[in-house]
């Protein structure tokens, strides 16, 4: 699978409601996709309902054609109180190209995607010395 980079035209960062994920867990189950929670309700038993940002991370082709966005998720979850989770989802082209884009701007989408790394790396709280 290709990774996506963040001067790649595929690169996007998008907020995404609770509903559309569900959605996106539901297209992804019906397609028999791996990449996704087990079932809705192991979904809603991990993410809270809330604010949540999709960034692409790698394309699945087949054929010639894109099969599948690989996105990274970050979520607020439901048992860590103020924590946040990351996972990734495999999200159908067309609803890929649906989503409404938070990265526009070259510096702004810079920036996501740096934040996205770090996180996705493992962050920590750091006691200043």
Known sequence: MPVIR???HEFRVCQISFDTLIEIQLEAEGRGWATRWTSVDA???QVKEDFIVVQSLLREERGGAVRAYRCLLLFSTLDDGGAGGV????IDPARFESLERLDRDPDVR???ARMFSLMSGGTSTVSKK
């Open 6 to 8: 963040s001067t790649d």
């Open 43 to 45: 979904l809603r038993s």
């Open 110 to 112: 810079k920036v996501l």
């Open 87 to 90: 996972a990734t989802m495999d």
